[in-house]
């Protein structure tokens, strides 16, 4: 085959997460966040609930204590534990919102799935341990004492505080997007409705049911425990990879589809990471364009990703071919190899200084050789063994010869 066109040629891009400056990070004397908003907006929300949880631990524990309250003194231990979550989020809320380092080079966004995995197990065992302790004081029910009155007041004080601090901090949560602060919001929500046991264990009691306040008690510590194990479960789930649903990564594909010079995709994994997600693909473009052109069209997808769906990084891999359909090229010989092959096979060594180059194509290669000036008298014969090699070899499968251009 004949042709005056020089065309462009490809092979494999791997695009990862990089920026096109060559100078070295410098180092930062004093802490920055890479999401200033976020991170301000964290820790005004967990300093909120840091002062209402002390104050409500303090109210509860010794109220509940002279009122004769198990209940009143289990939600108190549930606010504890929630102020000592608290100061778990803050440190988790600093060193998350970190640059990327060295060590680190996807960022430090999972230091807040780490503390809310911390935050299930403690809160789950709490939980659990509130719930034996009631129930082994219900194996003694004559020994329950009949609880003061004023502990409604403390649990209505504290309903209505932790709805107030569950509202506060889940419209804080939605607004900068933390998993972090929506976990911890909905932990507060879990909170009022165990002041709401509480408040009925607690009339029960007053009624002449006083079983009923340790009853409440028990019921503090499984909602506690299951709000525990509902977090650990869904913080395990990010750090051992868990990929985003199927309606997403569906929607990242069409996305990566609709950019120009993507004719497919393929192996498009996905990992959570807080509250964005990492992503890698092969994307298989045309075969024979230039490296450029394919490098182009891998940050043109990487950077329509980032722009339309919550993701921290894309690794776009190009494929000349479906991978997954096609034959392997991996036993295919290299280019110093393939060039005295094909300059032995045509019986023209002055091939081997020749513009050549080889597509790695289905299990075998096509080759473009440019001719000089010089050779052109030598393009019958050339021509005609290129022919016969397609045929026969082993290695490729074509061999397209290119002519110079022509000065007019």
């Not at 809310?116 to 194996?139: P, Y």
């Not at 940050?299 to 071919?321: C, F, G, Q, T, Y």
């Amino acid at each position: 085959m004949l042709c005056c066109e020089t065309p462009s040629h490809l092979s494999v891009i791997n695009m990862k997460n990089h920026s096109h400056s060559h100078s070295a990070p410098i180092p930062k004397e004093t802490f920055e966040p890479a999401n200033p908003e976020r991170f301000a907006a964290a820790k005004k929300s967990t300093w909120v609930s840091i002062i209402i949880n002390f104050a409500l631990t303090f109210l509860q524990v010794v109220g509940g204590f002279f009122a004769h309250s198990q209940a009143l003194m289990a939600d108190g231990l549930h606010s504890l534990a929630d102020l000592f979550s608290d100061v778990l989020v803050l440190f988790a809320n600093r060193h998350g919102n970190a640059h990327a380092d060295a060590n680190h080079p996807y960022g430090h966004a999972r230091f807040e799935t780490a503390a809310t995995l911390i935050l299930g197990v403690l809160l789950a065992a709490l939980g659990v341990g509130l719930l034996v302790v009631a129930a082994m004081r219900l194996q003694h029910p004559g020994a329950v004492q009949v609880v003061n009155p004023f502990a409604l007041g403390i649990g209505l004080i504290a309903l209505i505080a932790k709805e107030s601090m569950f509202r506060y901090m889940l419209a804080v949560a939605k607004r900068v997007r933390s998993q972090m602060l929506v976990a911890n919001a909905w932990h507060a929500r879990s909170d009022a409705a165990s002041s709401l046991v509480v408040l009925a264990g607690v009339v029960g009691n007053l009624l002449g049911y006083t079983f009923l306040d340790l009853v409440a008690a028990a019921v503090v510590g499984v909602m506690i425990a299951h709000m525990g194990s509902k977090l650990a479960i869904e913080a395990m789930a990010e750090l051992i990879d868990t990929g985003l649903d199927e309606e997403e990564v569906e929607a990242i594909k069409q996305t990566l589809l609709s950019t120009h010079g993507v004719l497919g995709v393929h192996e498009l994994r996905t990992r959570k990471m807080a509250d964005n997600a990492l992503v890698d693909a092969h994307v298989i473009v045309d075969p024979k364009i230039s490296v450029s052109e394919g490098h182009y069209i891998a940050e043109s997808a990487r950077h329509v990703v980032l722009k339309n769906h919550h993701v921290l990084d894309v690794m776009v891999h190009i494929d000349p071919e479906d991978d997954l359909q096609a034959k392997p090229n991996a036993h295919l010989p290299s280019r110093p190899t393939l060039l005295a092959h094909l300059a032995e096979r045509l019986g023209n060594q002055d091939l081997v200084s020749n513009r050549v180059v080889f597509h790695y194509l289905d299990g075998k290669i096509d080759a473009e050789i440019y001719m000089t000036e010089q050779q052109v008298k030598q393009l019958g014969a050339l021509q005609a063994s290129c022919e016969a090699l397609a045929r026969e070899d082993e290695f490729f499968r074509a061999v397209q010869i290119h002519l110079p251009h022509v000065q007019s």
